[in-house]
């Protein structure tokens, strides 16, 4: 045995040395990917960002004009409803409350998911009751209605002296011309009677000679109402004349004489009355 295990133990060793060798690799590092490209920015814009900034510093520091302007210039940068709620937050406190509410209208209307929509929407409801209380209180201090100053008449009595100088013309020119008239008509009348009674040179009849007595009977009547209907619009006439003209030396117009009247009788073949001369 010990002399086979000496003939085995060399070819045993020549075979292993010939055999492969086995090894247990180490586990291989994962590959790292690519990094991915930087996608844009989705966000406002860095001068809108700076905008919004400032205006919140200036709306903290009270400056609500100067916060206004930089909200609405990040606005114009950028579409945002934060913005549109900061513009109405600093129109509420300036008192403008319409443009607050137009503001907040448009914030709810662009913010989706807000949080505060049942706030802004009771801030809404309560700037509109203001708006409307507002429309209807009245002024504390209404301007003054313009006194309005009484333009005053150069003529006060310039209407009495023309319907007065009128009625004295009229009176008159009734008076004389229905006297004058009738009387006339009357006195001829009168005459052929005293023909009759003397005479009778045109041999008129007893029934011709009634007619001409009541024909002059009736002309003499109506000369008589003439008469009277004249002297009653003369008077008339007179007494408004005189009130016109007294009210005009009153009010001492510096723009021109007072008013006169001249009144002058005139006579013609066919009767008489008056002329009527004056400046009113």
């Known amino acids: 045995m010990k002399r086979l295990a000496r003939i085995l133990s060399p070819v045993l060793c020549g075979l ?31 001068r809108a960002v700076e905008a919004y900034r400032r205006g919140t510093e200036l709306y903290n520091d009270a ?109 008159v020119a009734v008076g004389l011309g229905g006297g004058l008239g009738f009387g006339i008509a009357v006195a001829g009348d009168n005459g052929k009677l005293g023909d009759v009674l003397n005479g009778n040179p045109e041999r008129l009849t007893f029934a011709e000679a009634d007619e001409i007595a009541t024909r002059a009977s009736r002309n003499q009547t109506l000369e008589l109402v003439m008469i009277g209907a004249g002297g009653a619009l003369a008077i008339t006439g007179a007494a408004l004349l005189a009130v016109g003209l007294s009210k005009n030396k009153k009010a001492k117009n510096a723009a021109g004489p007072a008013a006169r009247l001249s009144v002058s009788p005139m006579w013609s073949r066919t009767g008489g009355g008056l002329t009527l001369q004056g400046s009113f």
């Open 16 to 46: 292993l040395t010939l055999a492969p060798a086995i090894t247990f690799a180490a586990p291989a590092k994962a590959k790292s990917s690519p990094p991915p490209e930087e996608e844009p920015a989705s966000g406002p814009p860095e």
């Open 63 to 171: 400056k609500f004009e100067e916060a206004l302007e930089a909200f609405q210039e990040a606005a114009t940068l950028y579409a945002s409803p934060d913005f549109q709620f900061n513009i109405a937050k600093c129109y509420e406190r300036l008192g403008k409350l319409e443009e607050a509410v137009r503001h907040y209208q448009t914030y709810l209307r662009t913010a989706e998911d807000s949080g505060d929509r049942a706030v802004v929407e009771s801030t809404v409801e309560d700037l509109e009751r203001r708006i409307e209380e507002e429309k209807n209180r009245p002024d504390p201090n209404p301007e003054p209605e313009p006194i309005l100053e009484p333009e005053l008449d150069e003529n006060p009595g310039r209407k009495l002296v023309i319907a007065g100088g009128a009625l004295l013309g009229v009176g």
